[in-house]
T-cell receptor
């Protein structure tokens, strides 16, 4: 199994630009999680999906953030417009009903 | 409210010695799971060990064991025979409810330094 796949691995953009992060969960996993990690705030859960349905988006910081999961094998996290304080590592993780979360390699986002 | 507490921002251990990383949690749900993850400097999150709230025995995985004290609500990670490659950030996490589709909350982490 290829594990959780995230793209891009690194993204550098300018303030005000739209950023789209992508995630492909492990095949057969029905839950998908988006996290943000910063030195100041640690690892924060932004949103998670069960069977492609958003269950809890209380961690999404602002309306500038949105996430979708159009099918079981793909999810996106979009930031529009991006700001320097959005700079962080964004992780996607997936799990099946009986096991732990498997994390992707993360996307390191830098907003200038 | 903070539900996962890791009180040790940093820990040092001599190579080949054992080390305990502390984790306390708070929940009113009788069904929950506790996890430990390792994050080396390369940044990936690596699952280490899992303990279910109904498990009678402490979980073990190779050199990792989880000292689960339910009444104290603690789930400390014990690493035996530390190796240089164990130097990393370690996160304790809790999932309330059974199954993988529940919210998981992470602690602030403990950075472990293994000295040669």
């Amino acid at each position: 199994d290829a594990g959780v796949i995230q793209s891009p691995r690194h993204e550098v953009t300018e303030m005000g630009q739209e950023v789209t992060l992508r995630c492909k969960p492990i095949s057969g996993h029905n839950s998908l999680f988006w996290y943000r990690q910063t030195m100041m705030r640690g690892l924060e859960l932004l949103i998670y999906f069960n069977n492609n349905v958003p269950i809890d988006d209380s961690g999404m910081p602002e309306d500038r953030f949105s996430a979708k999961m159009p099918n079981a094998s793909f999810s996106t996290l979009k930031i529009q417009p991006s700001e320097p304080r959005d700079s962080a590592v964004y992780f996607c993780a997936s799990s099946s009903p009986i096991n732990e979360q498997f994390f992707g390699p993360g996307t390191r986002l830098t907003v200038l | 409210a903070q539900k996962i507490t890791q009180t040790q921002p940093g820990m040092f251990v001599q190579e080949k010695e054992a080390v305990t990383l502390d984790c306390t949690y708070d929940t009113s749900d009788p069904s929950y799971g506790l996890f430990w993850y390792k994050q080396p400097s390369s940044g990936e999150m690596i699952f280490l060990i899992y303990q279910g709230s109904y498990d009678q025995q402490n979980a073990t995985e190779g050199r990792y064991s989880l000292n689960f004290q339910k009444a104290r609500k603690s789930a400390n990670l014990v690493i035996s025979a530390s190796q240089l490659g164990d130097s990393a950030m370690y996160f304790c996490a809790m999932r309330e409810g059974q199954g993988g589709g529940f919210k998981t909350i992470f602690g602030a982490g403990t950075r472990l330094f293994v000295k040669a």
